[in-house]
């Protein structure tokens, strides 16, 4: 199974920018799925960013879209979440995960089997 590990949270103004990692180790071609999912206080988590590594497309929630880019560095087997204009309500704890069933629409309500511990991101306003 693959382990992950994020980093690059922090507290930031509102308005800032952020590049949280995540740095798959162990995996494998048959990894080829992952995501970041981000949990605000008292709020379910929930998926904002998946790519699939094989041909670089990307999903993105609503919610998110134009401010968030995802991407992935084969060298180091580490994907990236760049976040833009921050907002307080991006404040959450971001998790890395990976190994969904497939690629495709369900994404959004697919099982991860992977995950990391997270990394809280929080904005002040």
């Known amino acids: 199974q693959v382990q992950l590990v994020e980093s690059g949270g922090g507290l930031v103004q509102a308005g800032g920018s952020l590049r949280l990692s995540c740095t798959a180790s162990g995996r494998s071609s048959s990894t080829y799925v992952m995501g970041w999912f981000r949990e605000p206080p008292g709020k379910e988590r929930n998926l904002v960013a998946a790519?699939?590594?094989?041909?670089?497309?990307?999903y993105y929630a609503d919610s998110v879209k134009g401010r968030l880019t995802i991407s992935r560095d084969n060298s180091k087997n580490t994907m990236y979440l760049q976040i833009n204009s921050l907002k307080p309500e991006d404040t959450a704890v971001y998790y890395c995960a990976a190994d969904p069933p497939g690629w495709g629409p369900g994404i959004v309500e697919a099982e991860f089997k992977s995950w990391g511990q997270g990394t809280q991101v929080t904005v002040s306003s």
């Open positions: 790519i699939n590594w094989r041909s670089g497309n990307a």
